[in-house]
């Protein structure tokens, strides 16, 4: 299993963002993805989920309205826009899939929101 993330980097406030996560090693189709984002002595929280087919999503409070989760599952990825972006969203962001019993987790992708 192998999760690669990119599309991080450095963005002014109210900038956007779109991240990628390209997946193998696993029938993508079959499960559900998520975002998870851990910022400086934060602990890891999840920002948004997506169902195996796309028709179901949802996202932590904070990022509602202005965060869409998506995915291509012909192109085995998952992918995470982000608008009007904030301060606050600053953190190293990852790609997430639980099988088999256990969780696997990207290696992240920075993002910095900052003037």
């Known amino acids: 299993v192998q999760l690669v993330e990119s599309g991080g980097g450095l963005v002014q406030p109210g900038g956007s963002l779109r991240l990628s996560c390209i997946a193998s090693?696993?029938?993508?189709?079959?499960?559900?993805m998520s975002w998870y984002r851990q910022a400086p002595g934060k602990e890891r929280e999840l920002v948004a989920s997506i169902s195996r087919d796309g028709g179901s999503t949802n996202a932590v409070d904070s990022v509602k309205g202005r965060f869409t989760i998506s995915r291509d599952n012909a192109k085995n990825t998952v992918y995470l826009q982000m608008n009007s972006l904030k301060p606050e969203d600053t953190a190293v962001y990852y790609c997430y899939v639980h099988l088999l019993s256990r969780p696997y987790w990207g290696q992240g992708t920075q993002v910095t929101v900052s003037s």
């Open positions: 090693g696993f029938t993508f189709s079959n499960y559900r």
